[in-house]
């Protein structure tokens, strides 16, 4: 079975531009997020969706990033226009439901997108 | 407000023992635990529920204290295999049950 495949694996850029990243999750899961990590800090939850529904995106950092999810399969996460700190390494997560443990399940990880705003 | 996890890096021999401190100041509903080996996918480890329930899997175990809001996972005669950065994560109601991550700690095993 597929895992959670990110493209592109590393995408550098330059200010003002625009970058999309794309996220195909586990086939069947409902849930995806969204997170980033800047370079030696902690994962930072952006977005959280359910099929093809926002359940949460009280972590997008502002207007310049958008997320969709078109038909509940896989997501992008545009970035536009990126700024410096913007860099980091978007990872996507998926997960078949919320489950019995926690209302976060497990958790199946991309590789992520390494994002360099020059 | 993130969780707080220690050691912020540790060296081990392997076969040695290690523990991983994450520490929170909200009430928790529950803790997750996940290892990244470096330019891989972070990889489920474990959860730990209020209440005391807990899954995982592989040589790992670890604890929850929900009344100081502190999690410990214990990696016991540690292998090779074990090296990378340890992720906790926390759910609480202030979160809205959103994963709240640590910054890591890396964890590097030498023969």
């Known amino acids: 079975e597929a895992g959670v495949t990110q493209f592109p694996s590393h995408s550098v850029i330059e200010k003002g531009q625009t970058v999309t990243l794309r996220c195909d999750p586990i086939?069947?899961?409902?849930?995806l997020y969204w997170y980033r990590r800047v370079m030696g800090k902690e994962i930072k939850f952006l977005l959280h969706?359910?099929?093809?529904?926002?359940?949460?995106e009280s972590g997008m950092p502002n207007n310049r990033f958008l997320a969709e999810r078109t038909g509940g399969t896989y997501s992008t996460l545009k970035v536009q226009p990126a700024e410096l700190e913007d860099s980091g390494v978007y990872f996507c997560a998926s997960s078949q439901d919320s489950g019995l443990a926690g209302r976060t399940g497990e958790l199946f990880f991309g590789e992520g997108s390494r994002l360099t705003v020059l | 407000q993130q969780p707080v996890q220690s050691p912020q890096a540790v060296i081990l021999r392997e076969g040695e023992d290690a523990v991983i401190n994450c520490s929170s100041s909200?009430?928790?509903?529950?803790v997750h635990w996940y290892r990244q080996k470096h330019g891989e996918a972070p990889v489920f480890l474990m959860i730990l529920l209020k209440g005391g329930e807990q899954k995982g899997h592989e040589k790992i175990s670890a604890s929850f204290n929900e009344k100081k809001q502190q999690s410990s996972l214990y990696l016991t005669a540690s292998q090779l295999s074990y090296s990378g950065t340890y992720f906790c994560?926390?759910?609480?109601?202030?979160?809205?049950?959103?994963?709240?991550w640590g910054a890591g700690t890396k964890l590097i095993i030498k023969p």
């Open positions: 994560g926390t759910e609480s109601v202030d979160s809205n049950y959103q994963l709240i």
């Open positions: 086939s069947g899961h409902d849930n």
């Open positions: 969706f359910v099929k093809e529904s926002k359940q949460d």
């Open positions: 909200k009430a928790l509903y529950s």
